[in-house]
């Protein structure tokens, strides 16, 4: 399984962009890319996934280079309720052992 | 449609008891996945069922843990004799069918049971 590195935290103010980037250096060719958000004592909660280029939802976007070594959620203009951790996974086909890091804790800030 | 329910939302044991935690899937979904979180981690894989198969169990310790997803009701993660070591917040998620067969966007999550052992 690739391992993922993300900043354990990040502070934004409302109505910015946050850009939050996961490093995953030894991605597999067949790998994905999904992002979870995590509100306090709640699950998961899946935002998006891609695996190259760019995907954009009515949630958020999704950036990943053509190397796919890296890829940056971008959440257009956050509020309050954006606060939450933020999980970057890599996985392919039949992984449905998901492993989570320890996620970027974004407080977003009045 | 409901999603996954968990309860209770909230377990205290005293060490040596037995805790049962209880996992109903969102309808329409025969795949159940428990997954435990310690403080400041991030969720770690413990079992995989269909119903009345464990599929994978290779994530949840050998000894003490057991879990089951009977033809009729739900899920359960049982652990006999708690520790101290075994407070953590549990998550189930459930999908209809199995997630991961073209991407790993299909686990919907419950809103977790929280185990503390005093």
């Known amino acids: 399984l690739a391992k993922t590195t993300q900043p354990i935290s990040m502070d934004s103010y409302e109505g910015q962009e946050v850009n939050i980037t996961c490093s995953h250096n030894?991605?597999?060719?067949?790998?994905?890319i999904t992002w979870y958000q995590q509100f306090p004592s709640q699950g998961p909660r899946f935002i998006i996934q891609?695996?190259?280029t760019k995907v954009t939802n009515e949630v958020a976007s999704l950036f990943i280079p053509a190397d796919r070594k890296s890829s940056t959620l971008s959440l257009p203009r956050v509020s309050l309720s954006d606060t939450a951790v933020y999980y970057c996974?890599?996985?392919?086909?039949?992984?449905?052992?998901?492993?989570f890091g320890k996620g970027t804790k974004l407080s977003v800030i009045p | 449609n409901a999603g996954v329910m968990q309860n209770p939302r909230h377990l205290v044991r005293r060490r040596g008891q037995e805790a049962r935690l209880r996992c109903s899937p969102m309808?329409?979904?025969?795949?159940v996945y428990w997954y435990r979180q310690l403080p400041e981690e991030g969720l770690k894989f413990m079992v995989y069922?269909?119903?009345?198969?464990?599929?994978?169990e290779s994530g949840m310790p050998k000894e003490r843990f057991s879990a089951e997803f009977p033809k009729e009701g739900p899920s359960i993660l049982r652990i006999q004799q708690v520790v101290r070591g075994d407070s953590a917040a549990y998550f189930c998620?459930?999908?209809?069918?199995?997630?991961?067969?073209?991407?790993?966007?299909?686990?919907?999550f419950g809103p977790g049971t929280r185990l503390t052992v005093l």
């Open positions: 069922l269909q119903k009345e198969n464990i599929i994978d």
């Open positions: 891609g695996y190259k």
């Open positions: 996974l890599v996985g392919g086909a039949g992984s449905y052992q998901l492993t």
């Open positions: 030894n991605i597999a060719t067949n790998d994905y």
């Open positions: 309808k329409g979904h025969s795949h």
């Open positions: 998620a459930s999908s209809p069918y199995l997630a991961g067969a073209l991407s790993t966007d299909t686990q919907y």
